[in-house]
């Protein structure tokens, strides 16, 4: 792949995602996971001592790491063209809607939690950002879609021996990356996804 270094660059993004998400979930009273959201008690519990400074960090170096991720996925779609036209298209298709829905997912994730860091923590502010993270979740919906469009024109051309990657290399794929760690609730697992998908393809494309 001609110029392959752009793959570290998204590496490089996604590590820097990791981070941006570890201080949006990662709290002083445990890891956060959307359930909570229906219990003050919880919430209190997770958000009680926690910086407002930290989601408003968490928006900035996500925007950047997000900023950086975008080249690889854009390079990987224009690689793709020379063997398919059709998958090619797609996984550009699926790039950009991971890249302007997640954007917009990430920052209003980031402000419905300093909403509530803000209001004090109180059974109001849960429900105020419960309703603000609500009524804008189509964001997340088009950002995962967007995902699984990328993941799966990126999959089957590999698999199908239509690129000159071996049909193995299939794994360093988001979504088969994502599912193993499923099990492990890891907070970032998706941009851990990530940094290891583009770690591997970059050595593939080396060798």
């Known amino acids: 792949m001609e110029h392959s270094w752009i793959l570290l ?24 996971s959307f359930a909570d959201m229906k219990d003050n008690e919880r919430m209190v519990k997770l958000f009680g001592a926690k910086p407002e400074g930290e989601p408003l960090r968490s928006i900035v170096l996500g925007t950047l790491a997000m900023f ?9 779609g224009i690689w793709m063209r020379p063997y398919s036209a059709l998958w090619a298209n797609i996984m550009i298709v699926g790039a950009a809607m991971i ?13 419905a939690e300093w909403i509530y860091i803000k209001s004090d923590h109180t059974e ?3 429900k105020l950002t419960n309703d603000f993270f609500g009524k804008t ?3 997340m919906i088009g950002c995962y879609a967007g995902i699984v469009l990328f993941s799966v024109a990126h999959f089957i051309p ?6 000159p990657l071996s049909a193995w290399a299939c794994v360093f794929n988001l979504l ?15 941009n851990i996804a990530g940094a290891a998908m583009y770690l591997g393809l970059f050595i593939l494309f080396l060798i």
Do not use: K
């Open 9 to 32: 660059i998204a590496m490089i993004g996604h590590i820097l995602c990791v981070v941006a998400d570890r201080l949006l979930l990662c709290t002083p009273g445990g890891s956060f």
């Open 68 to 76: 950086l991720q975008f080249f690889g996925y854009l390079a990987l």
């Open 99 to 111: 890249y302007t829905f997640g954007l917009a997912h990430h920052i209003l994730g980031c402000a």
């Open 124 to 126: 109001e502010g849960r």
């Open 137 to 139: 979740s189509a964001t």
């Open 158 to 163: 590999v698999v199908a021996g239509m690129t």
């Open 176 to 190: 088969p990356l994502f599912l193993l760690q499923a099990p492990f609730n890891i907070s970032g697992a998706g």
